[in-house]
């Protein structure tokens, strides 16, 4: 367990700690949602949860998942590769973190949750010699015209580049480096409708798909992310590990 002043964070040990991210995740995750009350899949068996709790009342205010792929990667058992032909990205031959499933609990508002998550993920990335972190960053809901301009500036500024840009696979998608070729976003509106989450990867040096796919099950349209771990600038990869050594 870590811990800051405000949050203690932990990795589920127990089928009733997972339980407990299942649960948070039906709040945010409510097209997939079993009996109504949990988020589950066939990948949550495979993965490590990880939770963070306030320390004061041992509330679980977020969570996510993350699963490891060694240099041999095997990246078709990910949950990106449901969506995402990842073939380019397995001659990176380096170890790979795969993250997903991240939410906060409805009505908080502190923007220290994601950087405790980030300093936990600094802390592992370090010591397990990660160079490249993945996964399917979320829009809440189906609504293309929502994020027009947050896909066309993703499509000017973040799109990943060839040697490990994925390629389409999912039968429904939005192909927006295409479709919004010619259209300048207008960088209030793209920036009020990006995810938090992304936004992150984003100023972290984090690329994206040229496309978005339409998940349905679980109401979301979702881009491939990927960062390479030395693209992160040096004073960026500081400031994280500053708040790693806060644990």
């Known amino acids: 367990m870590y811990q800051t002043s405000k949050y203690a964070v932990r990795v589920a040990k127990t089928d009733s700690d997972v339980r407990l991210a299942q649960t948070m995740r039906a709040s945010q995750f409510g097209g997939n949602v079993a009996n109504g ?14 939770l963070i709790e306030q320390r004061k009342s041992g509330e679980l205010h977020a969570c996510f998942r993350f699963k490891q792929f060694d240099e041999r990667h095997n990246l078709d058992q990910s949950y990106s590769a449901q969506f995402y032909d990842l073939q380019r990205l397995e001659a990176y031959d380096l170890p790979m973190l795969e993250i997903g499933r991240f939410c906060i609990k409805k009505g908080v ?14 802390r ?26 947050a896909f066309a500036l993703l499509k000017e500024r973040y799109l990943a580049p060839d040697h490990w840009k994925p390629q389409l696979k999912s039968s429904e998608v939005i192909e927006f480096a295409d479709q919004l070729k010619n259209y300048k976003p207008v960088l209030k509106a793209a920036n009020q409708n990006m ?3 992304l936004r992150t990867y984003l100023s972290m040096g984090g690329r994206v798909s040229d496309h978005a796919v339409v998940d349905k099950q679980l109401d ?6 990927g960062l390479d771990i030395a693209a992160i600038p040096a004073t960026r990869a500081r400031l994280l ?7």
């Open 37 to 50: 009350m949990i988020d589950i899949d066939a990948f949550d068996t495979h993965y490590r949860h990880v």
């Open 109 to 122: 508002l502190d923007q220290c949750l994601l950087r405790v998550a980030w300093a936990f993920l600094t």
């Open 124 to 149: 592992y990335v370090d010591a397990h010699n990660i160079a490249f972190l993945f996964g399917c960053t979320s829009f809440v809901g189906t609504d293309q015209a929502k994020y027009t301009d």
């Open 195 to 197: 995810p938090p989450l």
């Open 220 to 225: 979301t349209l979702h881009v491939f992310t």
């Open 241 to 247: 590990r500053a708040d790693a050594q806060e644990f």
